[in-house]
């Protein structure tokens, strides 16, 4: 069974900072997807950024960017220029390309603050 | 174009009662999937509808169940409520199942058992 692991339950970053968000997973697959998930306080939860498996090339969107290590199972997002509004609960997880199972395996999540 | 929408948004029973969740997907999705969010246990897959077909369904008692509409809407029950069912029910829509249709969250509805 395939399990995603986020080491860091909470981060914190000062405003317009860099912090990068650790995740590492658990898979005897080749194809998969891996995904960034925000969780805002009460509100409904938003894909940040996604990588496909087969692609070398590190997904980015905007300040959003990942590290995809497949040799090691890591993938980790970096946030750069933290604004207020990236305070949130970010689940990292994964989605196996074949088969019929398209579901979501997450993380545990980790919430991140960030400081004025 | 609306996003996902789920109703109630909070909800409380007791212990015993059964309940229903009602999803409505993004206009033109045809695949539903339901999970289960609390802080012991994280985000777990409850099951997934397409063309209301049960295609996959997750590590749950019978208890739990659901169903979808020929309009893609779907429902889930659960049945003899435990405190433990206490959480944050989530569903998501995407155009099908494919593992390239990105999946859009709705709001949850937060269950509370008393």
Redesign the interface.
Known sequence: AQTVTQSQPEMSVQEAETVTLSCTYDTSESDY?LFW?KQPPS?????VI?QEAYKQQNATENRFSVNFQKAAKSFSLKISDSQLGDAAMY?CAY???GG??????????TLLTVNP | KA??TQTPRYLIKTRGQQVTLSCSPISGHRSV?W?QQTPGQ????LF?YFSETQ??K?NFPGRFSGRQFSNSRSEMNVSTLELGDSALY?C?SSLA???TY???????TRLTVL
């Open positions: 997807y998930y509100r409904q939860m938003i894909l996604r689940f989605r196996k390309s019929s199972n398209y579901k979501l395996t997450f993380g545990k999540g | 996003g996902v999937s999970y994280g985000l777990q897959f997934e295609r996959n997750g989530l998501a199942p494919g593992i990105e999946q859009f969250f709705g709001p949850g």
